[in-house]
């Protein structure tokens, strides 16, 4: 039986896996770069980068970071050619970490049994037929 090989062993082994870890390193030092170049707090937001072509992808967690972003892309751009990355356009891209993320259930807010009662007596008192359902239909929303 053939003995099991590290994690490190099959890092280093294939050249797909060599190519990619290549691919990784080099995502990292332009994400690195990227950063420095940019001011703070901005920096800090600026998630990952990747250049395809001659195109930079800059990666946010917000719409409203992506927005101070794209106003820094010139400035940037001018920055990362005197550092040797010749980049035409900077896109922004707002990167969503878990869409799947379901937001927490809402607080339902229920009256006190005072108030409960004191809007269904209300509701007895009013003449419009809407006004005085739409009344009873909210006094019903009383804590148990």
């Known amino acids: ?38 001011p703070a707090p901005l920096d800090q937001h600026c998630l990952s980068a990747q250049q395809r072509c001659s195109h930079l ?8 970071w ?12 001018a920055k990362l050619r005197s550092k040797g990355v010749v980049v035409q356009k900077i896109e922004v891209r707002v990167f969503i970490s878990n ?3 379901k937001r927490p259930a809402r607080h339902i807010h229920r009256l006190s049994q005072d108030n409960a009662e004191l809007i269904e007596a209300t509701a007895d008192e009013i ?13 019903q929303h009383r804590t148990v």
Do not use: W
């Open 1 to 38: 039986m053939a003995k099991p090989r590290t994690v490190h062993q099959l890092l280093h082994s294939g050249s797909a896996l060599r190519e990619l870890r290549h691919c990784l390193s080099a995502q990292e030092k332009l994400l690195t770069l990227t950063r420095s170049l940019l």
């Open 99 to 101: 869409p799947s993320t």
């Open 66 to 77: 992506a927005s101070r972003l794209r106003y820094f892309s010139r400035d940037l751009r």
């Open 57 to 64: 992808i800059i990666h946010t967690g917000s719409s409203a």
């Open 127 to 139: 003449q419009d037929a809407n006004l005085r359902a739409a009344l009873k239909r909210l006094s």
